[in-house]
């Protein structure tokens, strides 16, 4: 079955810097790769995904890229604001494994 | 809101208790998902339903039952469960299951029901 791992787990940056969560797969197969956000008390909502035909993909202030030759894909965040500040999960595969998660703070 | 909500939001149930947990979609999905997330396996996939017909059972021991009467509807029915089933469980649905699009759909999330096992 497909695996995919993330790191790190856990990620502190200062506000208006930027943040980069990685993950790798293992399915060559899989060919969608969503992020999704999870703030506290609410369950994880997607906020960016890429198709396995394009490289890159950008929505303001997030961008995912994607590498299929290397099995990894990346969530790039610029300009971090408070607000940003959740757990991020990746995921791939046919049957849609997630990430363990990412635990982003954004310092003030 | 993603149009997801699940009753009840928290949960304290006994080792010999039997409760269920509800799920409601409000999107017209065709497809529905129960997940638990626990410190140990952050979103781990239980159960998939689409169009009504469950697809996927992810190795669930049977003290949890899902039902799925209509596409609209989820519930995951509880029976004695053990301390470690104590999680998040998290309902999710989309236009079309995996089974269908194998993965490829957006899937909306409940707030989920934090449930705790004595």
């Known amino acids: 079955g497909e695996n995919v791992e993330q790191h790190p787990s856990t990620l502190s940056v200062q506000e208006g810097d930027s943040a980069v969560i990685k993950c790798t797969y293992s399915?060559?197969?899989?060919?969608?790769f969503p992020w999704y956000k999870q703030e506290l008390g609410k369950g994880p909502q997607l906020i960016i995904d890429?198709?396995?035909?394009?490289g890159e993909k950008k929505d303001q202030r997030i961008a995912v890229t994607l590498n299929k030759t290397a099995k990894h894909f990346s969530l790039h965040i610029t300009e971090t604001q408070p607000e940003d500040s959740a757990v991020y999960f990746c995921?791939?595969?046919?049957?849609?494994?997630f990430g363990q998660g990412t635990r982003l703070t954004i310092n003030p | 809101e993603t149009g997801v909500t699940q009753t009840p939001r928290h949960l304290v149930m006994g080792m010999t208790n039997k409760k269920s947990l509800k799920c409601e979609q409000h999107?017209?999905?065709?497809?529905m998902y129960w997940y638990k997330q626990s410190a140990k396996k952050p979103l781990e996939l239980m159960f998939v339903?689409?169009?009504?017909?469950?697809?996927e059972n992810n190795s669930v021991p049977s003290r949890f039952s899902p039902e799925c009467p209509n596409s609209s509807h989820l519930f995951l029915h509880l029976h004695t469960l053990q301390p470690e089933d104590s999680a998040l469980y998290l309902c999710?649905?989309?236009?079309?299951?995996?089974?269908?699009?194998?993965?490829?759909?957006?899937?909306?999330f409940g707030p989920g029901t934090r449930l705790l096992v004595l």
């Open positions: 399915d060559s197969a899989s060919n969608y």
């Open positions: 890429i198709r396995s035909n394009v």
């Open positions: 999107l017209g999905h065709n497809a």
């Open positions: 339903y689409n169009f009504k017909e469950q697809t």
């Open positions: 995921a791939a595969g046919q049957k849609l494994v």
């Open positions: 999710a649905s989309s236009p079309v299951g995996l089974a269908g699009e194998l993965g490829h759909e957006t899937q909306y």
